[in-house]
């Protein structure tokens, strides 16, 4: 994720159901006024600012410059820093971690929660949500499809995303001295904005590791095929949705 660039502007106006959908994963965290909590992954800091409605001291970091620049020009009451979720450190440690739509980014999710379970004190909590098995399944095999037909080798290589299965993760968290009190694993089919261009907009904001490397001429091949092979499944009525699968997991630190 450190490494992928984001248009912020893009981001807040056509893909503003991240954390939308995300303000209810707040009743999960439950802060409490006088909280110490991070989240991790803040992107430009909108439930950052509903975390800190709660009376909490929070403080958010994300691995992007340009996320932590608008947040920072959103939301200047607000303490924001750029971190990697695989190696971030804090001064002292957090009642919570709160983390919405980032892990599925993080390809090497041990060093992730390591970092987490650094961050936390005993008896602290980490609520996440982000991308399960299964998540824009669709979607993915249709790109994977094209570029073996364009003459790419090991298109799974280029797969920007981890989608783990909840006993996955959950045996990660576990391996690293946190008891998983919670975790769901359900689909939420996400409209998408922009009408006819809602999957073009939401390929070239979120799967662009799958076309690194493409000319323009090919790259512009590929999104209008998978469009075309997508249409009759995610299309409907002048919108087209994405086939989202989420996991949601909280998880406490053990004090031993």
Known sequence: ????????????????????????????????????????????????????????????????????????????????????????????????????????W?????????????????????????????????????ILSVLSEIGCEEPQALNPWYFPSIGEYAGLLEKQGFEVGYAVLFDRPTLLFGGSAGMVNWIQMFAGGFLSGLSDDVRSHLIRTVEERLRSVLYCDGNWSADYRRIRIVAVKKSD
């Open 106 to 142: 993080i390809k090497e999710p041990e060093a992730a929660i390591n970092c987490v379970a650094k961050a936390l004190k005993p008896g602290g909590r980490f609520v996440a949500e982000f991308g399960g098995k299964g998540n824009v399944g669709a979607i993915v095999r249709a």
């Open 1 to 104: 994720m450190s490494q992928y660039s984001w248009n912020t502007a893009l981001y807040e106006k056509n893909h503003a159901f991240v954390w939308q959908y995300g303000e209810s994963l707040l009743e999960l965290l439950a802060p409490q006024a006088g909280e110490q909590i991070l989240d991790l992954g803040c992107g430009t800091g909108q439930l950052t600012a509903k975390i800190a409605e709660s009376g909490a001291f929070v403080q958010g970091i994300d691995s992007s410059l340009a996320m932590i620049s608008t947040a920072k020009s959103n939301y200047p009451h607000i303490s924001f820093a750029t971190a990697d979720a695989r190696n971030f450190q804090v001064e002292e440690p957090f009642d919570a971690v709160f983390s919405n739509a980032v892990l599925h």
